[in-house]
Every structure is written in structure tokens, then in C-alpha cells.
């Protein structure tokens, strides 16, 4: 089968889009800015984030809707690692090194399928981590929204912080948030002008705040928007081996962002997402945004809520929102100027609400599941919102896999198999002990992680004379665990020492070569091992016979009627 990668194939936009990319770009413009100006860089890079990346990204992404660009949590790690590098962050050299090194990194681990790495990823980790980035989309405006710059060594604390000092909100900044968020609820319950809602609300605020004059901050206050397209920048190559480390971390960072937006945001088609495909496209948007003056970006969440929230229905709607961005600059650049901080800071409060919300379904469903997925889901939430980003996608990861191995080794477990007549068979509780001359059959679940031995060792039953078990082991195709072996090793021989024997029925290839290079097929002996075949019970079938010849040879032993089929054979005990 061709399984060589193809560029999604990119329908006609719907009139949807062209809104929703509109009301995008026009986000992107004091968004960008202030998270480059937050992290000391140029904010006209941040702004140019917005262009280049985000049509890459949208035209690439398998995951349609996701809006490539600048975020916070990349912006202030960039700045990290250029600061830990000795670098200087004016230099748009040194930048554009800097993130088409990330875009490499990003391909690298596309074309390697590290993608399924992210399928580890417990759903509650990832739903404490998309609400606490949430969160951080929230908090990081409450001062354009209010006038007040919370403080605190976390997101929390500032929250926290902010909400005590309400005395200390601007009133002018703190009404023009409140109105915006007003007329965007007013519009919002307006079925027809649902997905437009954040555009009137942007649009009307923003011209009341003109006619009446209220002192408020401005874009304009940022930084001034130049009536340009981004140029082609050179990187500095001289600052290659000062990156490489710190590539890899805004990469990691980037792309658990972006994680969070496929299962939060689904493709409208019923089309499946697939992170190794969006890692490609982020890596491509990178290398091609780094060369046109942009930051390092990655899947923006927030980004791609407000392109939701506009109504976006295709991938078009991100390419709009570069295309429109690209026409502010060049023709509307002093108008956009204009636009009032806390408009912006009211309408990502919205966004980042309706981010929370739309995870309630999900907190609840793991609140529902276990103690441990509730456990696992709090603590990457308070990772996200009080440690570096970089720190909690480790956490995270961390946690993923010991949530993994504990609920595999809970699931690891021995079931008996009594025949019922007619071919059918019944599970039961394993006996404590084998019965003499008789055969017991025993089905294996689990995955043969170390951690699952403990159980399975308790439900052994303990050896016999002259007694057979055989140990279905099905859906056991290979044994990442070499402790495995050796528990088989030890009851074989345990068996064998009673006068007893063990035959594993319905063995798969990759186990049974592991079987004959480890020994274990010699301990097992002639007919120990029943490969598995196409017919389910078919290793098993097979496995009585032998086992009814071999006690048919034993002292005290006497072949009995099997009741499944008729035929003279051992009876399977429980």
C-alpha cells in the first residue's frame, strides 16, 4: 500500500470562512504584539507570526481548523532559550535561525512518527492541561482587560491576585471589557449572527470608544503597525550549535500545545486528525515563518477558538486569516492601530470561557472514571498554570505513563475455562489448587508488564501430581517483559518437579521465537508450546489432546469423557 504523504486536499472555502479568518487576523494583530512584547521581541515579529505560518500551517494540518501561530507559552520560552544562549532577541537573525531550527526539529519528529507518542497521553492529562493553557489565555489579558497587572509566581496567584484587588481595576479599561463582552453575548443570542458575534462585538466597541474618547490603551500602544509585508530574513547560522537544545524544547512545547486543540476541537468533515501529519505542518510553517520575519509558532489554541467561535468551517479559514492579516497591514495598518486593548482582553476572556466550558463534558467524565484519572487530571492542571510549560508537558508525560501502567497491571489477571457443552466454555475463579490427573485451563489477559506479575503470580494455582495447566495466551503476542519468562520458567519447572506439566496454548509467532531463544520451549517440552491458528479455540483443542495422551501414560491417571464433545480425553478441571 502507497502510504507516501500528500497534502490534504483543500475543497472551496464557505463564506464562513472568510469572516471567521477575518475576525482572526484582525485577533492577530494586538495578540501577536503583545505576546512578542511581553517576551522582549520586536512585537511587529509577533505580529508577522500571523502571515506566513498560518497559511502553511492551515493549507498542511491535518487537523483543519488549527490556527498556526504565536502563543504565549512559546514567545517566553523562545525567549529563555535565547537568553540561555547568550543570543540577542533583537537580532532577526538569530529568530529566524531560531525557529526554522524548531521547524526542523518539528519535521524530524513527523517524518519519525513520534506522533503516537501523544496517543499515551491519558485523555485526563490531557484534559487538565488544556484547561490550565486556558486558563494562562485568561489571565494573560486581565490587564489589558482591567488595567491592573496581577501579580504572582503562578497563574493561579495572579488570578487570585487580580480578583482581591478589584479596587485597583481601571474603570474606563474595566467598562470597555465589560461592554465587549456584553455585545458579544448579545450578538452570540442572535442565532444568524452567532458566528460573527465576535466581530460586531470587536467592531461596535471599538467605534464607541472612538466617538466617545475614553482614555483606554490602543494597539497603537504596542508598537506601530508597519504598511508592509514581512521581508525575507536570512538566519544567522553562526548561532546553529547555541540552538539545537533549545529547538527541541519549544518544539516539545509547541507541539503539546497543539495537541490539546484536536480533541477540543474536531474536524467539522468527521475527518481524523493526525499528529504526525500536524507535526509536519507546524514543522513547515516554522521554516517557512522563520525566512518572513516570524517568532517560532506552533498550533494556537486561543487562535483557533476565536476562529471557531467566528463560524470557521474548513482549513480555509486559517489561510483567510494570514490573507486578511497581510491586507490589514498593507492598506489598513493606522486603523487598526486604533483598536482598544481591553476589546481585545474582553473577547479572549470569551474565547478562553468558552475553552473551559466546552471541557466541562470531559472534566466530568473523569471525574466519573477513577480516583487515580481525577488525581492525574488535577495535577496537570495546577503543572500548567504554576510551572514552566516545558516542565508541565514532562509532568504530564510522566503522569500519562503511570497512569498507563497502573491501570494495566489492575487489568492484568488469570481466568479458568470450564467446558460447557457444545463447544462453549464459561470463565470462572482460578483454583487455589490443581487437581491430580487432571487438566486445567487458565486464560491469560494482560499485557506481561512487570507490574501486573505480582497479581498474576497470586492467582496461580498451586502445582499437583500428575496435573496439567495449560495457559491460554491468545492475545499475547509478544512479551515486553523478560520477568514474564521467568515466572513461566519457575511454574514449568514447579510442574515438572509435582509431575505435572505446563502447555501454553495459542501462542503467537513473535512469543513463541522469544519462548525458544530464552529456553522456555525447552522447559516446556515437546508439545508445550500450541501455536496460535485461525480457528479461536483451535490451539486449545489441540492442547487437550496432548495433554489427554501425555496423562494417558501417567501413573494414576484415567482418560474421562469430555463433555464438550464426546470424545474420550482428560476432563478440564476448575
Not at 513 to 541: H, N, Q, S, W, Y
Amino acid at each position: 500500500m502507497n502510504r507516501t504523504p500528500r497534502l490534504p486536499r483543500l475543497a472551496g472555502p464557505k463564506p464562513a470562512d472568510v469572516t471567521a479568518g477575518l475576525v482572526t487576523g484582525l485577533f492577530s494583530i494586538p495578540e501577536g504584539m503583545a505576546y512578542a512584547a511581553i517576551a522582549g521581541f520586536n512585537p511587529v515579529a509577533g505580529l508577522f507570526s500571523g502571515v506566513v505560518p498560518a497559511i502553511v500551517g492551515s493549507l498542511t494540518a491535518r487537523t483543519v481548523l488549527m490556527v498556526t501561530t504565536l502563543t504565549s507559552a512559546i514567545s517566553l520560552t523562545a525567549q529563555s532559550v535565547l537568553a540561555d544562549a547568550g543570543l540577542d532577541p533583537a537580532s532577526s537573525g538569530n529568530i529566524a535561525m531560531l525557529a526554522v531550527m524548531t521547524g526542523l526539529v518539528m519535521l524530524l519528529m513527523g517524518v519519525l512518527r513520534l506522533g503516537v507518542v501523544l496517543s499515551f497521553v491519558s485523555n485526563a492529562v490531557m484534559t487538565g492541561f488544556s484547561v490550565g493553557i486556558a486558563v494562562q489565555i485568561v489571565t494573560g489579558v486581565l490587564n489589558d482587560a482591567t488595567g491592573y497587572k496581577p501579580h504572582g509566581h503562578n497563574k493561579l496567584t495572579q488570578l487570585a491576585d487580580w480578583m482581591v484587588h478589584v479596587g485597583s481595576w481601571q474603570l474606563a479599561d474595566t467598562l470597555t471589557a465589560a461592554a465587549t463582552i456584553g455585545v458579544w453575548a448579545i450578538a452570540h443570542a442572535v442565532k444568524r449572527l452567532r458566528t460573527v458575534a465576535l466581530l460586531i462585538a470587536m467592531a461596535a466597541v471599538s467605534i464607541a470608544v472612538a466617538l466617545l474618547g475614553t482614555d483606554v490603551e490602543l494597539v497603537k500602544g504596542i508598537a506601530d503597525i508597519p504598511s508592509a509585508l514581512p521581508h525575507l530574513t536570512a538566519p544567522q547560522w553562526s548561532a546553529f550549535p547555541h540552538l539545537i537544545g533549545g529547538a527541541v524544547s519549544i518544539a516539545l512545547v509547541a507541539l503539546a500545545q497543539a495537541a490539546g486543540i484536536s480533541p477540543t476541537v474536531p474536524n467539522p468533515d468527521g475527518s481524523k486528525s493526525d499528529a504526525n501529519r500536524d507535526f509536519t505542518a507546524q514543522g513547515l510553517a516554522n521554516v517557512a515563518g522563520g525566512l518572513f520575519q516570524s517568532l517560532p509558532v506552533g498550533g494556537s489554541l486561543s487562535r483557533t477558538g476565536v476562529a471557531v467561535s467566528a463560524g470557521a468551517r474548513t482549513r480555509w479559514a486559517g489561510i483567510f486569516s494570514g490573507l486578511w492579516l497581510a491586507a490589514i497591514v498593507l492598506t489598513l495598518a493606522p486603523l487598526a492601530e486604533h483598536i482598544p486593548m481591553p476589546v481585545i482582553g474582553g473577547l479572549i476572556i470569551v474565547v478562553g470561557a468558552e475553552l473551559i466550558t466546552g471541557k466541562i463534558p470531559d472534566i466530568r467524565l473523569v471525574l466519573k472514571t477513577s480516583p487515580l484519572s481525577t488525581t492525574a487530571m488535577a495535577l496537570t492542571f495546577l503543572a500548567t498554570t504554576q510551572l514552566p510549560l516545558q516542565q508541565a508537558i514532562i509532568l504530564g508525560a510522566v503522569l500519562s505513563l503511570l497512569l498507563y501502567c497502573a491501570q494495566a497491571a489492575r487489568q492484568g489477571r488469570l481466568l479458568a475455562l470450564q467446558p460447557v457443552g457444545d463447544g462453549h466454555w464459561t470463565t470462572a475463579v482460578p483454583p487455589t489448587r490443581l487437581s491430580p490427573g487432571q487438566v486445567t485451563v487458565l486464560d491469560y489477559n494482560g499485557v506481561s508488564l512487570f507490574a501486573e506479575l505480582p497479581r498474576i503470580e497470586r492467582d496461580w494455582p498451586a502445582p499437583a501430581p500428575n496435573a496439567v495447566l495449560i495457559l491460554v495466551v491468545r492475545n499475547l503476542p509478544d512479551v515486553p517483559s523478560s520477568a514474564m519468562i521467568k515466572l513461566l520458567r519457575r511454574k514449568a519447572e514447579e510442574l515438572h518437579q509435582a509431575g505435572g506439566r505446563l502447555i501454553l496454548a495459542g501462542v503467537q509467532p513473535p512469543l513463541a521465537k522469544i519462548a525458544t531463544d530464552t529456553g522456555l520451549a525447552d522447559d516446556l517440552g515437546p508439545g508445550g508450546i500450541m501455536p496460535a491458528t485461525g480457528v479461536l479455540f483451535g490451539p486449545l483443542e489441540s492442547a487437550l489432546h496432548d495433554a489427554g495422551s501425555w496423562l494417558s501414560t501417567r501413573p494414576g491417571s484415567r482418560p474421562r469423557p469430555r463433555p464438550d464433545t464426546g470424545e474420550q480425553g482428560p476432563t478440564p478441571q476448575p
